[in-house]
């Protein structure tokens, strides 16, 4: 075109025309001409343009498009910047198209108003992108764009989905202070410099899938209000996400994290998912809460020394996760569950108001769990973490299941064992079981059939299954008080639940806890007792045992047969045992002529029988002597008195049976005294 036509196509012009100039090659000042010839007012160096079209056209200098407005479609396919891309404060009401377009310089887009959508799809940006503040109204897509040095959102505000899906930032991603409130897509984004997502807003979906984060990933105080998606993501350097707010569920699953991963007074509203993650490096955790449940299913943390102190309203669960060094986990919940944890190394679990599980867990080295008496502190302030998510629970420890578990580097403390499944753990003869560790105990109250009553004592919670399997009618078992067993509990026989007692027993035994222990050698008798692979003849040797002191371990029902033995000895003297009266020797002799010597015989005769009503033979004096013959006996000793034939029987039996009633009844006072 020749400058005469030039000047005629300019003065032609007028803010708002149309223009096309698809693949033109533009020089800066040709490009000041033609936006001169569409400004309405030169003070305001504001042109407003109508429909543009820029596709495939060259700008060798700056490209001063500097507060223009575009009415129209603004459609910049392909085209090449070479110099400043200056589009600071511009507003596009309609479609801006960048798609495939590259900025060799600055692009500067501060400010700038996208009314209709803003599309840069696979578009270069050679120099630094500088989108702060800039609002996006309608829908906004960088997919496949590449920011070479550096990319600036800080404070811009999409009113709709951004997409930045396999966007590769080079350099700094700067989207501090941004908001989104449609949904934010960097699926299989990298960032090979630092992203810094610092006190952004997401309303919508959050979607980090696969996104790579080569240098530090700041995500510090934001606040992610729709669902948070960083599944199979990877964060080279540190990844902070301290103090940012997760109003809805968010997905960490099979996240690397090669350093350290902060989450330190982070706050979880919905679920959050850590499954199969990796902390290659610390992972914090301190002061976060939890409303939902809390998942680490499958996470391997390789060197992170403590885990928490966390707050979790719901569930807490490490199934399957793998804990490389020593640690020490702060966690108060409502249930935590442990199935298959690997503890490599030494571990101590502090828990406060959880149910914990243990199933199949593996201890390589000593492990601690404890009931944390006190709230957890702030590690900064050192003031209590807030409880408002667990208020109206107990405090205390529950522990659920050690089923399939090697308890021998198991150490308990302070924990409730009243619903603990045992059965399936090995070695739980060396397992700790210190401080004030309950279990669960026999019904309460007398029966209602029958005057008696279950004696206290401790017992396990098979036990309890048991007797509930193995009574006429379940109903009658569970009224006194024994717990039903749930579907997934196994049907063990006596002698497994008796082999139980015995594991437990000892290990409560090697702690010196010997008044304790006896529970549970009673356990372990009364499993005997009703186990019918047991020989008939060792049974009721057990039978006699039991009724008679409780296997050893009942002072009062041993005593309250000696006394029962004791009186009806005595009656039985005062009645039948003792003679009328006690015999005198009689001394008889004869002398056959005088000088010879006189020879003398003493004998005494035998005793005789009382005769006569049984009322007039219970007297004083007989009752006294009767009750020094039963004394004498149950010491083991012989009183002297005489006593007719059935008097010395019964005293031989009492001498036998009444001084072993006495040491049982002593037996079972040094059961519970004994240190």
């Known amino acids: ?103 060799a310089g600055v692009a500067r887009f501060g400010e700038a108003t996208f009314s209709g959508s803003a599309r840069f799809e696979g578009a270069t940006f050679s120099g630094p992108a500088r989108f702060g503040q800039a609002t996006f109204s309608g829908e906004t897509r960088f997919n496949q764009a590449t920011f070479s040095s550096g990319a600036g959102f800080r404070d811009a505000v999409f009113s709709s989905e951004a997409r930045f899906s396999l966007t590769a930032f080079s350099g700094t991603a700067q989207f501090k202070g941004a908001t989104f409130s449609g949904a934010a897509l960097f699926g299989g984004a990298t960032f090979s410099g630092p992203a810094r997502f610092s006190s952004a807003t997401f309303s919508g979906t959050a979607r980090f899938r696969s996104a790579t984060f080569s240098g530090t990933a700041e995500f510090d105080r934001s606040t992610f209000s729709g669902p948070a998606q960083f599944g199979t993501a990877t964060f080279i350097r540190d990844a902070d996400f301290g103090g940012a707010t997760f109003e809805a569920g968010v997905g960490f699953n099979e996240v690397t994290f ?183 105990t026999t019904p309460t109250g007398w029966n209602r059939r029958f005057p008696w009553r279950w004696s206290r004592r401790n017992t396990l919670t098979e ?82 045992y039991w009724a008679l002191s409780g296997y050893g371990l009942r002072a009062a029902r041993a005593l309250t047969w000696l006394v029962t033995a004791m009186a009806a000895t005595i009656m039985a003297m005062v009645l039948w045992g003792l003679p009328v009266d006690d015999p005198k020797p009689q001394t008889t002799g004869q002398q056959v002529s005088a000088g010879q010597n006189l020879k003398l015989t003493t004998d005494t005769p035998d005793p005789r029988n009382p005769t006569g009503p049984l009322s007039e033979r219970v007297t004083t004096e007989r009752f006294d002597k009767a009750v020094r013959v039963v004394i004498n006996s149950v010491v083991f000793r012989s009183s002297g008195q005489d006593l007719t034939t059935f008097g010395t029987y019964t005293e031989m039996l009492s001498r036998l049976t009444e001084p072993v009633l006495l040491g049982l009844a002593v037996l079972a006072v040094r059961s519970r005294v004994k240190r």
Request: with cysteine; charged share 25%.
């Open 463 to 544: 036990e309890h299954y048991w007797r509930v399997r193995t009574a006429r009618h379940s109903s009658s078992a569970i009224a006194p008080g024994w717990m039903f067993p749930p579907q997934d509990a196994p049907e063990l026989k006596p002698a497994a639940v008796a082999a139980l007692y015995r594991q437990l027993r000892k290990s409560i035994e090697d702690g010196k806890n010997e008044p304790d222990a006896a529970d549970f050698y009673y356990g372990e008798c009364e499993m005997r007792r009703h186990d019918t692979t047991r020989p008939f003849g060792e049974r009721v040797l057990l039978t006699a």
């Open 258 to 440: 090669c350093s350290e991963a902060d989450f330190g007074g982070a706050r979880f509203e919905g679920g959050a998912e850590f499954k199969v993650a990796a902390f290659e490096g610390m992972a914090g955790f301190a002061e976060a809460t939890f409303s939902g449940d809390l998942n680490f299913s499958g996470a391997r943390f390789e060197v992170a020394p403590h885990l928490g102190p966390l707050m979790c309203g719901k569930r807490v669960v490490l199934d399957g996760a793998v804990f490389q060094r020593p640690v020490t986990v702060e966690i108060g919940a409502r249930h935590v569950s442990c199935a298959r944890t690997r503890w490599v190394s030494t571990a101590t679990l502090h828990l406060r108001y959880a149910e914990l599980d243990l199933r199949d867990a593996v201890f390589e080295y000593p492990m601690l769990v404890a009931a944390r008496p006190d709230p957890f502190v702030r590690p900064a302030s050192g003031a209590p973490l807030s409880e408002a998510q667990l208020s109206g629970e107990k405090p205390g420890v529950r522990l659920a299941s050690v089923g399939g578990v090697d308890a021998a580097y198991l150490a308990l403390h302070d924990i409730d064992l009243k619903r603990c499944r045992l059965a399936g753990a090995v070695h739980l003869d060396q397992m700790r079981v210190d401080g004030w560790c309950t279990f669960a």
């Open 1 to 103: 075109m020749s400058e005469t036509d030039r000047i005629a196509y300019f003065a032609a012009l007028s803010p708002g025309a149309d223009v096309d100039h698809r693949g033109t090659s533009f020089t800066p000042e040709l490009l000041s001409r033609l936006l001169d010839a569409l400004t309405a007012d030169p003070t305001t160096n504001s042109p407003h343009v109508g429909d543009a079209r820029f596709e495939q056209a060259t700008f060798s200098g700056d490209a001063r498009f500097y507060r223009a407005f575009f009415s129209g479609e603004a459609r910049f396919e392909g085209a090449t910047f070479a110099g400043v891309a200056r589009f600071g404060e511009a507003t596009f009401s309609g479609s801006a198209r960048f798609e495939g377009a590259t900025f």
